[in-house]
């Protein structure tokens, strides 16, 4: 069975610059996740979503960053304009339900902002 | 202070040693409970789900004391592949995933 999809795994872009991180969730999984890594602040919760709604984003940094999930199988996460400080990691996971199930990573976006 | 506390090591052990993380957690309202291991440049996958009454998976134990918000994982006959960095978990009060920094074990040869 495919795991959770993510593309492109690897992104280099310049500072200013629109990137778009794209995620298929596992079918049948409702809720979808959108983390972000680095080494100082760890892992964290951007966005997440359930049957394609979003329910908190308060994980969201700021107004760059927007996330849509026009259906089940599908999400995308978008900073305009990118900065340096974006650099990070962003995973992507699925879930059949929100609370106290496993949560399935995506293998992530590794971004640099440069 | 954050929400989840790990000691970040790394922890540098031979192969067959028995090694412990722990982890505390602030939120009293956390419900549920988990370790996640990661290993370089990949992405994190469940371990284990940690119970009140502790539980076991093989060489893996795992318990929580909800009094102290303390959870631990005891690793034992450690292997080379155990090398990886180990997410503790706890839920927020919606249920969402709060993850600690890591702690980073290297099993040596």
């Known amino acids: 069975d495919a795991g959770v999809i993510q593309s492109p795994r690897h992104e280099v872009t310049e500072m200013g610059q629109e990137v778009t991180l794209r995620c298929k969730p596992i079918?049948?999984?409702?809720?979808l996740f959108w983390y972000r890594q680095t080494m100082m602040r760890g892992l964290e919760l951007l966005i997440y979503?359930?049957?394609?709604?979003?329910?908190?984003d308060s994980g969201m940094p700021e107004d760059r960053f927007s996330a849509k999930m026009p259906n089940a199988s599908f999400s995308t996460l978008k900073i305009q304009p990118s900065e340096p400080r974006d650099s990070a990691v962003y995973f992507c996971?699925?879930?059949?339900?929100?609370?106290?199930?496993?949560?399935?990573f995506g293998p992530g976006t590794r971004l640099t902002v440069l | 202070r954050k929400e989840v506390e790990q000691d970040p090591g790394p922890f540098n052990v031979p192969e067959g040693a028995t090694v412990a993380f722990n982890c505390t957690y602030s939120?009293?309202?956390?419900?549920?409970f988990f370790w996640y291991r990661q290993d370089c440049r990949k992405e994190p996958k469940l371990l284990m789900s940690v119970y009140s009454s502790g539980n076991e998976d093989g060489r893996f134990t795992a318990q929580l004391n909800r009094a102290s918000q303390y959870i631990s994982l005891l690793i034992r006959d450690s292997k080379l592949s155990d090398s990886a960095t180990y997410l503790c978990?706890?839920?927020?009060?919606?249920?969402?995933?709060?993850f600690g920094s890591g702690t980073r074990l290297l099993v040596r040869p």
């Open positions: 939120n009293s309202a956390s419900q549920s």
């Open positions: 996971a699925s879930s059949p339900w929100q609370g106290g199930d496993e949560q399935f």
């Open positions: 079918s049948g999984h409702d809720y």
């Open positions: 979503f359930n049957n394609n709604v979003p329910i908190d």
């Open positions: 978990v706890a839920t927020d009060s919606s249920y969402k995933l709060i």
